[in-house]
């Protein structure tokens, strides 16, 4: 598998332990025999685009759109064919980072809505996410589009204090039970898809999929970013997803 593929650049950095993981993913899907078998990628690992947590449910903090859109601008000229963000909050911006640049963005959101609406029509939602995701509706608006019902945590604190503790230490045990204890608390109010919305959670995706029928949007926008990298410019995955 030689053949030339196409250049997936990436707003990262939100956290920093999400975009590693997504690149691993990325390797990890790829059958390959050499070097030149894998996506090639051009990261920008920023962890100082600002505090979207701070933005969004503080309102105390800056406006993360401009920097968003720099970082999309940047990975266009070095030589992205697509854009991708392993940050499922930060997607409140996508319309500025599509309006920065001539390139695709393949939304990780949009993709996820899109996936479970095909493999699971009417299923109710339960969304594992930042209380920012419910805040902005970033989930709610694409699932309810496509008729499917979406629960949120009661315990949104506790879910978002797991958020923090995981950007700190990626194997924090108290969080690992808090997250586990939610997804208990959804499964209860009658979700049938548990959808892993946050990327910290990414990190503790395959411990949930032991008990929990999951959908993890950074596995969909794995697929997505090898789907469209593999793809001719003849045959090239739908513009701006």
């Known amino acids: 598998?030689?053949?030339?593929?196409?250049?997936?650049?990436?707003?990262?950095?939100?956290?920093?332990?999400?975009?590693?993981?997504?690149?691993?993913?990325?390797?990890?899907?790829?059958?390959?025999?050499?070097?030149?078998?894998?996506i090639p990628l051009i990261v920008d690992n920023n962890t100082q685009v600002p505090s979207r947590i701070k933005a969004l449910i503080e309102g105390t903090g800056v406006d993360p759109a401009p920097t968003l859109a720099d970082m999309a601008r940047r990975l266009e000229k070095a030589g992205a064919s697509a854009l991708a963000m392993p940050c499922n909050t930060a997607h409140n911006y996508q319309n500025h980072i599509r309006s920065a640049v001539e390139v695709p963005f393949l939304s990780m959101v949009d993709l996820t809505a899109e996936h479970i609406f095909s493999t699971s029509p009417g299923a109710r939602v339960g969304i594992l996410a930042s209380p920012a995701v419910r805040m902005t509706e970033i989930y709610e608006t694409p699932l309810s589009a496509r008729g499917l019902k979406t629960i949120y945590p009661r315990q949104e604190d506790r879910v978002l204090s797991s958020i923090k503790a995981l950007k700190v230490s990626a194997v924090d045990a108290a969080a690992r039970e808090s997250v586990r204890e939610v997804a208990m608390e959804l499964e209860s109010e009658g979700c049938e898809v548990l959808l892993v919305g946050c990327t910290e959670f990414s990190l503790l995706a395959d411990e949930l999929k032991q008990r929990f029928n999951i959908v993890d949007s950074l596995d969909v926008l794995v697929e997505a970013a090898v789907s469209f990298s593999l793809a001719t410019a003849a045959n090239s995955a739908p513009q701006n997803t």
């Open 1 to 38: 598998m030689t053949d030339s593929k196409r250049t997936i650049g990436v707003l990262g950095g939100m956290g920093p332990e999400a975009t590693i993981l997504f690149m691993q993913k990325v390797v990890q899907a790829v059958p390959a025999s050499d070097d030149a078998d894998h």
